[in-house]
């Protein structure tokens, strides 16, 4: 009988089997080979395992010598009888020409018997031989005499070559030891075998990052802690894909293992269905046979002793409920190295469950799993569609529209591939329109369960919101028009990102896939499919026409847009205007944008719950009066014909609602703000940007007590100021609200002189922007802000000098804003002065319009490149015997041209991240040296390169490193000073040096060093990371000694006062942005109504320190 273990993952074509034991059954069989077996099915290796007791012939039976070749790897059990079986032998032979000839791996196991027993055939090696020789010498056929004489000399030789071969031996060790040592090392030979020989699935295309990642994480070698990694994303991303495959490749270098798959779905469709899930986790860790458990809580408290006995790695695979993780886990904690991947489409689930409430909890990382990038999108959706990964001829513009219609998401690359194979263009073109009005069902169904796990009809309520109407809008914006519908947004926008149905941009900007927001759109589609005016929302511009234009619209409705702009004109039959009365049913509609309408009739029954009303170009010269305002917080009636903003008639009852904001933008015939506006004391925020016929500011304005954004761009405030302003040393400052914080006065051709006012009055203002205006020197009346932040000049062409800004100021900019950096624009600033006592700032620079050395910033030190640091302090920062830097020029601060030696990196992990211990030593440890080799793929897009400046081959983006202390509860991140470079080549490795303080490194304590990117780069692939440990001055000379005294002076070093980079609580970001040149189109403006906005650095080229902290001098880690 052939008894075969249980196959726990699916193999390759080529092999069936991944180890062949062969042994003498009399010798072993009912003892070590049993145990062995034993001990690899537990390990899930499928073993070939040959139970036949009588063995008889001069040949191998067939299925023995196929399953030989079957096998991946060999274990040769070479007892004291082993050479007695003529069928051993065989086996022998065999194997060893599958080493030969297809590098079948081959462990001897030298059982009770000495290896130059084996070679020389000795000892019972030798009486073997001599058995075999009497059959021979009994034959009379003289043929069959022969054979025998070949097959002696052949097996000599096999059993010579296989005690050459590196062996294992028992010795005087314990059996299980022994056994458990044999188990172990075939599992991680099979592994690095299994990695190279595991079919391309289609479904991987373009995850290859995150296989690495998962892979590095998994092999960290960490014994000493449990640790949980959740894999989230949306629906149909790939998360199970990803986590099955690389389940396959790490599930044999475990005791146990064990993948459970679709549990949310299992759960819903099964009966019992958390006790099925239950009773094949506990089979797959425990591996022993239980009596039917009928009690969920029963099986749980079975499963947390099976995970406290033995270390294991464990997929739970769609998580969608704390209960699921609660029974399958437990709460009692895992056996120290254990693995546990947890994919979800809620990434706050897993830190909510019991397993984080007690003391010592696991380690716990996340994985964002995102789209693909366009060309793997591509290659999958050409798979699917024309079974090979080059577009079809004649299909190249519509398959670039399924990809964009896509934006990276896998499965639906996939269904509509699929559902696209062997169809014409037309087709295809058919199938784009018809998506564009109604989603398809499949991936609409996949999408759609995120939604149903919403907690609540407020999310639920929200989620629609946002897919119709908020997409691309700023996040506070959102929160103040939905908290005026009675929706709670703060914790439900926090709960639409854990399910990644929403996500929040670097600038404040709610974002949301596609086809999430299709989904969206369509559950409220599905409300009334037929029949638009029956449905809570419209936000589809034609079916919004046609429910005003026929008067249709009832009270069911909350929210509607429609832009004219986006109509067809020859689709509209008739008139296009519109009657006021069309709304007149419309009593809970709170949401109303109408761009660019013709609209005619009284507003007495216009609807009064509106919270946001959007009427940009607007037709009338003035607001209607009886338009009702009582509950709007936001009024935008930018790019319209009004002239005149006049509220003085309006009823007083119709202005006493909430906080409000005053949209005007680009009324190019408003002339005048009324001084009635003082009714509208809750506006908070007016924006009457590029109003440039504006020729009165209302006095009555300062009178408005909750202002706090005010912009006034473009308004030719430079000409008012001589024509109309009183000239006193207050003139624009009377006009102005004392509750202003951000202020915009931008491109009013303002010169110096029109800042002869004293601006003391605006003691609340924290944003200042005069970008684009004729000023020589930054106006004096700034240094009596005492509370600003922020002073935006960018693009004053005619700025000179800079000096004693407010000693409260964080952000200065003075950029140039052009089209081309080519077009010859330069900057004219020569001085920039700071006071003594001035703090560290963010200074947005001219990169590209002047050369560094032609500026003097008083009280400032430039960073020394690292072109500059001798031989000697790279030595004593442990970098010795690096022979490549002088081979290799140092183009720029801080990258070499090829890898650093082996020997100078003591622990390496392929991907982008490391984990590891810190070994103990005697002598004391004084720091890191990081090392990590960049791979870089070229060429960029034309567009890019065009738009650079540079040549298409040489803009790089730098990733930043972060080194997590899990023992010390410390987490550093590094970004580079320069975010971009010039490079040549096809890989870069960076070198970085950290040093530690007292008590922030020891021994024993569990680090992570992860190599990550702050936004998508498929361009740049981080190979591989390593890490070793520079220990004391010991034997260094007086020299090196000297050379690396000043830089251990720097207060920033890890274990100094790290205060001003404290991010939250144990984490630092050590960004050292106190003076960087940058050339991000985003600076300190010019939007002034983003507060905390976040700023993109492209081109940071040198920093530099206030002389308050001028010791603290920096030179590049990287």
């Known amino acids: ?131 075999h020789k009497q059959k021979m010498e009994k034959e009379t056929n003289v043929e069959k005499k022969n054979e025998w004489a070949q097959k002696i000399e052949i097996w000599k030789n096999a059993l010579t070559q296989v005690a050459n071969l590196k062996g294992k031996e028992p010795k005087d060790r314990l059996e299980t030891d022994f056994i458990e040592e044999i188990v172990t090392n075939i599992y991680h030979q099979l592994g690095v075998l299994l990695r190279s020989t595991l079919p391309q699935d289609p479904q991987l295309i373009g995850i290859d990052d995150s296989i690495d990642f998962l892979s590095s994480w998994l092999q960290d070698g960490s014994e000493h802690t449990a640790d949980i990694l959740t894999i989230f994303g949306m629906g149909g991303i790939g998360k199970t894909s990803l986590a099955k495959h690389v389940y396959k490749l790490h599930c044999r270098e475990f005791s146990r293992s ?56 464990i997929v739970l695979d769609d998580i969608d409920s704390l209960n699921q993780l609660d029974v399958l886990l437990g709460n009692k904690g895992f056996h120290p190295g254990s693995k546990i991947i947890i994919t979800t489409k809620d990434a706050s689930l897993t830190e909510r469950c019991a397993l984080f409430n007690p003391k010592v909890q696991p380690k716990h990382r996340k994985h964002n799993l995102k789209g693909l990038y366009v060309t793997d999108s591509l290659k999958l959706l050409c798979l699917h569609a024309f079974k090979c990964e080059d577009i079809k001829e004649g299909y190249e513009a519509t398959s670039y529209d399924i990809v964009n219609y896509c934006e990276g998401h896998p499965l639906a690359l996939k269904v509509l591939g699929r559902s696209l194979h062997n169809r014409a263009v037309a087709y295809w073109e058919d199938c784009i329109k018809g998506l564009k009005k109604e989603p398809d069902s499949q991936i609409n169904n996949v999408l759609r369960m995120s939604f149903k796990s919403l907690p609540s009809k407020n999310d639920e309520e929200l989620f629609k919101h946002i897919a119709c109407f908020f997409v691309g809008k700023d996040r506070d914006f959102t929160e103040i028009i939905l908290e005026a519908c009675d929706i709670n947004t703060r914790s439900g926008i926090t709960h639409l990102i ?114 946001w009303l959007r009427m940009r170009g607007f037709p009338l010269k003035s607001i209607p009066l009886d338009l009702p305002m009582k509950y709007l917080v936001d009024l935008d009636m930018s790019y319209s014909n009004i002239e005149s903003f006049d509220v003085s008639c309006s009823n007083p009852q119709q202005l006493e609602g909430g906080q409000m904001s005053l949209f005007l933008r680009n009324c190019t015939n408003l002339i005048e703000v009324s001084e009635s506006i003082e009714k509208c004391d809750e506006l908070v925020i007016i924006d009457l940007s590029n109003c440039k016929e504006l020729r009165m500011l209302p006095r009555t304005l300062a009178n408005l007590k909750k202002v706090k954004n005010l912009v006034l761009d473009g308004c030719n405030l430079g000409e008012l100021a001589r024509e109309v302003l009183p000239r006193d040393s207050k003139s624009l400052a009377i006009y102005l609200p004392s509750s202003l914080v951000r202020l915009s006065l931008a491109y009013n051709k303002m010169s110096n002189e029109s800042f002869h006012t004293d601006f003391s009055c605006l003691s609340m203002l924290t944003y200042l922007c005069l970008d684009g205006n004729p000023i020589v020197s930054m106006p004096s009346c700034v240094r009596s802000l005492p509370r600003l932040k922020t002073l935006s000049l960018n693009d004053c062409k005619m700025l000179v000098s800079i000096e004693h800004p407010p000693c409260t100021l964080k952000e200065l900019g003075c950029k140039l804003y052009t089209n081309n950096i080519k077009d010859g624009s330069k ?165 970085s040096h950290w040093m530690f303080g007292k008590n922030e490194m020891e021994d024993g304590d569990q680090l992570t060093i992860c190599i990550e990117f702050d936004f998508l780069n498929k361009r740049s692939i981080i190979r591989e990371c390593g890490v070793s440990f520079v220990y004391g001055d010991d034997g260094k000379n007086e020299k090196e000694q000297d050379a690396l005294s000043y830089y251990k002076s720097w207060n920033h070093i890890i274990g100094g006062d790290l205060s001003p980079f404290q991010f939250t609580t144990g984490e630092y970001k050590l960004k050292n942005e106190y003076f960087s040149r940058n050339t991000s189109e985003y600076g300190p403006g010019p939007n002034p109504f983003t507060p905390g906005i976040i700023h993109r650095e492209n081109e940071p080229q040198f920093k530099a320190f206030s002389q308050k902290n001028s010791n603290t001098r920096t030179w590049s880690r990287n």
């Open 1 to 131: 009988m052939v008894i075969i273990t249980e196959e726990a993952s699916s193999s390759t074509t080529d092999y069936i089997y991944d180890v062949f034991l062969s042994f003498r059954g009399a010798d072993t069989r009912n003892n070590f080979t049993n145990h062995l077996h034993k001990a690899l099915e537990d390990a899930n290796i499928k073993t070939f395992y040959d139970d036949t007791e009588i063995e008889t012939g001069l040949y191998l039976k067939p299925e023995l010598e196929s399953a030989i070749r079957a096998s991946r790897a060999s274990i040769i059990v070479l007892s004291k009888n082993y050479a007695s079986s003529t069928w051993c032998l065989n086996e022998l032979v065999l194997i060893l020409e599958q080493h030969r000839d297809f590098k079948q791996i081959v462990i001897p196991i030298f059982y009770h018997v000495e290896p130059t027993d084996v070679r020389k055939q000795q000892t019972s090696f030798e009486d073997a031989m001599a058995g």
């Open 258 to 313: 064990s993948f459970v798959e679709n549990i949310s779905r299992r759960c819903v469709e099964q009966s019992n269905g958390l006790l099925h899930l239950q009773k094949q986790l506990c089979d797959d860790i425990s591996k022993a046979s239980s009596n039917p458990v009928h009690d969920v809580s029963v099986y749980t408290s079975t499963i947390e002793n099976a995970l406290a006995r033995k270390k294991v790695f």
């Open 498 to 611: 854990d399910r990644c149905l929403l996500h929040i941009d670097w600038n404040n900007v709610l974002s949301m896939h596609s086809l999430i927001q299709e989904m969206g759109r369509d559950v409220v589609r599905q409300e009334s499919p037929d029949k638009p005016w029956k449905r809570s929302r419209l936000w589809c511009h034609e079916e919004s026409f046609k429910v005003l234009k026929h008067k249709k619209g009832k009270g069911n409705l909350i929210g509607l847009s429609l832009d004219m702009r986006m109509l067809e004109k020859e689709k509209l039959r008739g008139s296009s205007e519109l009657k006021t009365a069309a709304f007149s049913n419309m009593d809970r509609l709170m949401i109303l944008q109408l761009d660019y309408i013709q609209i005619s009739g009284c507003y007495e029954n216009f609807p009064e719950e509106l919270r």
């Open 827 to 991: 900057s004219l600033i020569q001085k920039i002065a700071f006071d003594p006592e001035m703090s560290p700032l963010r200074l947005w620079f001219p990169f590209y319009q002047m050369a560094a050395s032609s500026i003097e910033v008083e009280g400032m030190i430039k960073i020394q490149p690292i072109a500059g640091v001798v031989d000697t302090i790279l030595c004593s920062l442990g970098w010795g015997n690096l022979e490549f830097i002088n081979k290799r020029r140092v183009r720029t601060l801080h990258h070499y041209a090829r890898e650093p030696e082996d020997s100078q990196t003591q622990l390496r992990s392929k991907g982008p991240s490391i984990s590891f211990t810190v070994p103990s030593s005697p002598k004391k440890l004084r720091g890191l040296n990081v090392c990590y080799v960049q791979t870089l793929t070229f060429p960029w897009s034309q567009d890019r390169a065009i738009y650079s400046g540079y040549p298409i081959h040489e803009l790089f983006h730098m990733p930043y490193i972060r080194i997590s202390n899990f023992t010390k509860k410390r987490t550093w991140m590094y970004e580079h000073y320069i975010k971009q470079v010039t490079v040549y080549g096809k890989s870069l490795t960076f070198l």
